[in-house]
Every structure is written in C-alpha cells, then in structure tokens.
T-cell receptor, first 118, second 114 residues
C-alpha cells in the first residue's frame, strides 16, 4: 500500500509568483487536507477536500485555492506569493466514512513540500 | 472553536529520565485528541490518539497519554527517555462530528542529553 506522497520536495519562488503543490492520497482514501507549517510553529489547517469539493476552510485568503481530482489526488495553488508564505506545506489523506458523530477518520500525513519565497 | 496550548517550547531531559510534555485543550464539543512527532525535515507521525473509551492511551515507542476531561488536559509521558526521542512533539485536537480538521499546538522540542 502506497502512502501519501507530495511533490515537489522543495521549491523556491519569488514574491508575486504562483505555485502549485501536489499530493497523492493513500489508496482507498477520499479526503485530502492541507496544512501550512511556518518555521517554529505548529501546522495550520488551510482547507479540506472531500469527493472533489471543498469541505472546510481555515483562516487563509482566497489566493490559496485547491482542487481534488476523481482519483482523490489534490493540488494546492497559491497566487501572488508573499514572503510569509514560506513554510512546509503538509498534505494529509483520510477516508471519510461518514459525517455523523463518533466516526473517527484518521489522517495520514505526507512528507511535505518546503516552499521558500524570496 | 477549538484550541491547544502546549506548555514549554523546549523540554530538556537526561537519557533514562521521565519525559512529560504538557497539553491543555479547549473544545466546545467532545474532542478527539492526538500527539504527533516530527523529526527534522520530515512530516508528522502519529504517536497516539484518544477517540473514545479508555482515557489512558498507549502509543508507539513507549509513549502514553491520559485524557482528563475535568482538567482539559492530555499530557504525554514516557518513563525513560532515549536519545532517539529527541524531536518536535505536537498536541492536536479535532471535533468528533462532521469533517475533522486538526488544530495543533505550537509544539514542544524535546532535547535528550546523554
């Protein structure tokens, strides 16, 4: 069983550019969540995709957008890059069995993409 | 809204000593609680989780944590530290209904000296 993979591993961009990060979810998983981890901080939730639709969003501006594809892989797009966007971007996949209470859907994390904005 | 507070950005112990990493949470709904470990330049690895049932949960590498609802705490312990335990540890909370986003604390770096 293949785990969660992310590409690229590292990326350097300049302010104002756009970037696309990619995530392949674990086999059998239908949900992908994206997190931003700034240096020295805990990960912060960006958004989650379930069955190709955004299923929840954290406190991030609209220039952070995403997609989920029919095979449940996902992309994170960031437009108009700012210096503060420099961070480790983590993708986590899970299998959502239902939205009712008491159903735990474990998230499995990929190794991350480290984005540096100069 | 949910939040997590981790007391102490750095904790130093000697090899063989008790490890105690503190985590307090805030949640308006019954929470799921987690501890993750992150080694340098790597992603997050789940150490242990509390979802339902027994409040003392055991995880990998000899770690355990106890969910104390009255104290809103979920402290992580290990009886005897190893050098390989040196890493960053994150406590996280999620709600147990609907879509489950993880809310993380700011992390505690565990330093282990010989």
């Amino acid at each position: 069983e293949t785990g969660v993979t992310q590409s690229p591993t590292h990326l350097i961009k300049t302010r104002g550019q756009q970037v696309t990060l990619r995530c392949s979810s674990q086999s059998g998983h239908n949900t992908v969540s994206w997190y931003q981890q700034a240096l020295g901080q805990g990960p912060q939730f960006i958004f989650q995709y379930y069955r190709e639709e955004e299923n929840g969003r954290g406190n991030f501006p609209p220039r952070f957008s995403g997609l989920q594809f029919p095979n449940y892989s996902s992309e994170l797009n960031v437009n108009a890059l700012e210096l503060d966007d420099s961070a480790l971007y983590l993708c986590a996949s899970s299998h959502t069995r239902g939205l009712a209470g008491g159903v735990y859907n474990e998230q499995f994390f990929g190794p991350g993409t480290r984005l540096t904005v100069l | 809204a949910q939040s997590v507070t981790q007391l102490g950005s750095h904790v130093s112990v000697s090899e063989g000593a008790l490890v105690l990493l503190r985590c307090n949470y805030s949640s308006s709904v019954p929470p799921y609680l987690f501890w993750y470990v992150q080694y340098p330049n790597q992603g997050l690895q789940l150490l242990l989780k509390y979802t339902t049932g027994a409040t003392l949960v055991k995880g990998i590498n000899g770690f355990e944590a106890e969910f104390k609802k009255s104290e809103t705490s979920f402290h992580l312990t290990k009886p005897s530290a190893h050098m390989s335990d040196a890493a960053e540890y994150f406590c996280a909370v999620s709600q147990n209904t609907g879509f489950q986003k993880l809310v993380f604390g700011t992390g505690t770096r565990l330093l282990v000296s010989p």
